[in-house]
């Protein structure tokens, strides 16, 4: 095959008009204003950079000569820029290797503003050390998992509203690795932590001088290590911790001065674990409990004490809970050793382990030391895994929350079959009735992707992954998986 003089320039053209030339990059130190202002001319128009990119030095004012790159597959690190005003120039970067960001103290750095559209961090976030920071605004697209986060001596950092797309800290399978640190900031409440469900690693909220309000965990459920909230002279109370279940390490609380009601981990010691308690020199008594060398909460609990008051309301001493299928139904059961004022049980469902729905009500035998057996059957549960909770409420209203049990069923015996799957281009929908679908598409990360009815729905716009198919059936729900590559 023979080609042109004219025919080669125009391929040259052609390859250099798609961007194929200079595309990738290796990381790079960029210590200069110049380095940023140069950096698409020294790097033919790289948009990925396959390595870790450290912007540091003391003229970079800002880091509008970025504005290519679109991904960095290693660590962004942003450190000693004592003159950088804001990350504007980042603003087309959507992932990002993990994120480390120590010491730039120019007056106007208060805000994430120019990370716009950043959607995943594949590793760990450390903010540390940034005097002017106030605020995590410009991280809301941010969704997913982060291996750790460390969040410490930003002394003007009062909002972390933005990091709500957060579900859990993975910890890289190591309970004792880096861990999820909220230390020395100026925050009066956690937000933006409230869809956090897990923390395979330890939590330490230490030293937040303005912490008031730590209900934004209320979604938590398991920190696999250690857990740790100590001197806060402004907490009065953990509510928040309600939900917390499990803890794999210590569990202490301590110097709290003004901390009086505890009764949020009441949950944890009646119906959970941890593998240790050290929780006192706190503002009462009611907040203490201990635990001796081999994890054993001392009994009788002393008067006043946490593990007396958590026995005074415990309503109910529920000793099994299981769930199993039944065919297209499912069927759940449960056993109460005593019970103290119960008016009864709420059976809740759910599809994703967040979002619940009541379903049904099974009356209590109010006060008794008799065992009791209860049964319900979900007639109407969704296709793929359903998630199951009780919500005991006594006579005055106090409700109490049960462990999670999950249950799967087929959805193609069910009546819901999607083909192809994996698909690229359009994804077919077959159910057993002949009536209208009525469908809902979400991403692994809970994004909406398609609302409407039919049995022929076009994904090729779709981005690779996993993605979760809700159907309608005759007032039934159904969930299937479906990959889309």
Known sequence: MTYTKNGLLLFFVLVQSLGLFGQTCGGMNLNSQAAIDNFATTTSGCHQMTGTLTIEGNDITNLNGLAGLTQIDGVLQITNNPNLNGLTGLDNVTSIGGIYMKDNDDPDFKNLQGLNGLTSINGSMFIWYNDYLESFSGLEQLTGTLTYAKIVENVRLSDMSAMSGITEITGNGSADGGGFTVKKNNVQNLNGWQNLTKINTFLSVLLEDSLTDISALNSLTEVTGSFAIMNHPQLTNLDGLDNLLTVGGNLTVSNDDVLTDCEALCNLINHGSAASYNVGSNGATSCQIYTDGNGQISQPPAAGTLPAICQSILPVELVTFFVRSAGEKVSLSWQTQSEI????????????????????????????????????????????????????????????????????????????????????????????SDKPLRISIFSSTGQRMFLGSGTKIDVSGYPRGIYFIVAEIEGRYFREKLMVD
């Open 341 to 432: 004022d119960n008016a009864g049980f709420s059976i809740q469902r759910s599809l994703d382990g967040k979002n619940w729905v009541d379903i049904g009500w099974v009356d209590g035998h109010g006060s008794t030391t008799e065992t009791w057996n209860y049964d319900f059957l979900d007639v109407f549960p969704a296709s793929g895994i359903d998630y199951y909770r009780l919500m005991q409420e006594d006579y005055d209203g106090h409700i109490s929350a049960s462990k999670v049990v999950s249950v799967l069923l087929d959805g193609e015996r069910m009546g819901l079959t999607v083909a192809p799957n994996p698909a690229s281009n359009w994804v077919y929908l077959q159910s057993h």
